[in-house]
Each structure stands twice: as structure tokens, then as C-alpha cells.
């Protein structure tokens, strides 16, 4: 089958720094995508993983491990409006994406 | 327009009635996609287009349909609503079907069936 899991919810102190994590299981793999969402609001691109490694953007960057079926996005100085829901998304065999249900980030001053 | 348009902003409509969601993009992407989105899951694809003239299936395509007679429009139609449509639908776009596809989203539509 194909499953992505991701926490459903986490809490950061404003400054932090905070890792969510996005574990799948597809029948194919050609790329892993996180998403910004803001409530209310269409998904925004934030990164793509396609090979092993850290992909640095700014503050935030996106860890692949192609063997484990593991990655995670990493915010640092975590500013307000970074509270939105983080979305991971994996390219399957068919190259259409296959969602996780999110990450809602609360942000705390 | 920019991006990716869809109307309209909201709907509430009866059971049993007839919908169609507009989406259009001016990128000229030639990949457009429908997804539905309800709290607690993860997008879910409605139904696909590689390229103008050719649909697919997603993975919750019962009780709608879709056509892509140009670049610019993907319509989905919901032929005859049921309350477990109550959903938010989201259009999106990208350059091409392959494996980088970047998708880009519209607005979305807030969709209540009574």
C-alpha cells in the first residue's frame, strides 16, 4: 500500500528551531515535495528532494533518506508567521502525488 | 490573471443538484489536476490531466467528472451532489507530469452540500 505519516500537530517557541518529520511507504518513488499552508489558504511549494541529503533554502531545509523512506523539514528562528500546516507529498510510480494528512506548526512568543 | 483562478469562492448547495467548479490557469502548464481536501486527511486527487485532451482517474473520482478541451480550463462537475462532497476543492497546475512537477494551487473552493 502507500502511506505517508506525519505528527499532527506540533508547538515551537517563536526563535526556535523545530524538525517535523515525514515517513512514507509507496509503491514507487521519484521525488518528495514539502508544502506551506497557511489556515484558510491554498498549499505553497516550499522544497523537493529527489536525491539523499539536506537541501538548504534560507531557514528552512529538507532531509531525504531514500533507504529509510524518511525525511524531514527543518524550520530555524522560527518567526509567527511560520504558523501554518507543513505538508509532505511523495511522487509515485505514476507521478502523481501522494499526500500525508500535515503537520499543524503552532508558533508561541 | 495570475496563476491559477477558481470559481466561485464558495458555494452551498442542495443534494441532489448539479455543480460545476471552474479552474483556469494562464501559466501554460499543460498538467491540471483536481484534489479535495477535509480535515484530518491529506490532499486527495479527484481526477488528472497529463495534457489538454486527455483526463484520468484519481483516487476518489466517483461522482465527478472532468474535461480539458483547452490548455487554459479544467471543470470538474459534480453531477448530482451528496453531502459527503462537502469538501474543500483545490486546482492546481504544473509544467509537465513528470517527476519534478511542482504543482501550483488556486485558491480553492469551499463547497457545502446541504
Known amino acids: 500500500g502507500q502511506n505517508i505519516d506525519q505528527p499532527t500537530e506540533m508547538t515551537a517557541t517563536e526563535g526556535a528551531i523545530v524538525q517535523i518529520n515525514c515517513t512514507y511507504q509507496t509503491s514507487g518513488f521519484n521525488g518528495l515535495f514539502w508544502y506551506q499552508q497557511h489556515a484558510g489558504e491554498a498549499p505553497t511549494f516550499l522544497s523537493y528532494n529527489v536525491l539523499d541529503g539536506l537541501e538548504e533554502k534560507g531557514r528552512f531545509s529538507s532531509f531525504l533518506s531514500r533507504s529509510k523512506g524518511y525525511s524531514y523539514l527543518l524550520l530555524k528562528e522560527l518567526q509567527m508567521k511560520d504558523s501554518a500546516s507543513y505538508l509532505c507529498a511523495v511522487t509515485g510510480s505514476n507521478y502523481q502525488l501522494i499526500w500525508g494528512a500535515g503537520t499543524k506548526l503552532i508558533i508561541k512568543p | 490573471i495570475a496563476g491559477i483562478t477558481q470559481a466561485p469562492t464558495s458555494q452551498i448547495l442542495a443534494a441532489g443538484r448539479r455543480m460545476t467548479l471552474r479552474c483556469t490557469q494562464d501559466m501554460r502548464h499543460n498538467a491540471m489536476y483536481w484534489y479535495r481536501q477535509d480535515l484530518g486527511l491529506g490532499l486527495r486527487l479527484i481526477h488528472y490531466?497529463?495534457?489538454?485532451?486527455?483526463?484520468g482517474k484519481g483516487e476518489v473520482p466517483d461522482g465527478y467528472s472532468v474535461s480539458r478541451a483547452n490548455t487554459d480550463d479544467f471543470p470538474l462537475t459534480l453531477a448530482s451532489a451528496v453531502p459527503s462532497q462537502t469538501s474543500v476543492y483545490f486546482c492546481a497546475s504544473s509544467d509537465s507530469a513528470g517527476d519534478y512537477n511542482e504543482q501550483f494551487f488556486g485558491p480553492g473552493t469551499r463547497l457545502t452540500v446541504l
Open positions: 490531466s497529463n495534457t489538454a485532451g486527455t483526463t
